[in-house]
């Protein structure tokens, strides 16, 4: 993809410890939105949106576009993401943001299924597995490059879907 694997630092992990921010990484996957965009596809106050912005942009997971002509003719700012995400190695330093990165994705995906409503296309599994650390490796490698590939066969007219792929010890 567009980096090579890596470990997320502190300040990338706080960054990333909120829903909001997620949802908006998602948002702006697939094309440009300004603040204003992202405020009311998330209803919140604009100064909600731009706080997140920011804390995004900072970090490079956001990246701002070229100033645009809004529909009244103000300039208005569109941001992307970067995908900085994709390849991120998440490992705690003894602050509990590895989990708190964990609930957010978790109630970012929350709140896309709630959007979307009952009546919106679903295929969910959940189950348990029990494997050593070398296939737990496998496991998460082929499913990354599955995703890969069909990142790459994104269909313009195709529906958008969320995915939520995570992979934790538990206790018996």
Not at 10 to 23: D, F, G, N, S, Y
Not at 26 to 49: I, K, Y
């Amino acid at each position: 993809m567009d980096e090579p694997p890596r470990t997320a630092t502190v300040e990338e992990l706080k960054a990333l410890a909120h829903p909001l921010r997620w949802r908006i990484l998602r948002l702006c996957a697939h094309q440009e939105l300004t603040n204003r965009e992202l405020a009311d596809r998330l209803d919140v106050a604009p100064a909600t949106a731009l706080r997140h912005v920011r804390a995004l942009v900072k970090h490079d997971f956001l990246v701002a576009q070229p100033v645009r002509s809004g529909a009244r003719g103000a300039l208005e700012r569109p941001y992307r993401s970067t995908r900085r995400t994709w390849r991120l190695g998440l490992e705690d330093e003894g602050e509990g943001l590895v989990q708190r990165v964990d609930l957010a994705l978790l109630a970012a995906h929350r709140a896309e299924l709630l959007e979307a409503g009952p009546e919106a296309f679903r295929d969910s599994r959940r189950g348990a597995l029990r494997l050593g650390p070398r296939a737990q490796a496998e496991l998460s490698r082929r499913l990354l490059d599955l995703v890969e590939e069909f990142s790459a066969r994104a269909e313009p007219d195709g529906e958008p879907l969320s995915y939520l792929w995570s992979l934790g010890a538990r206790k018996d």
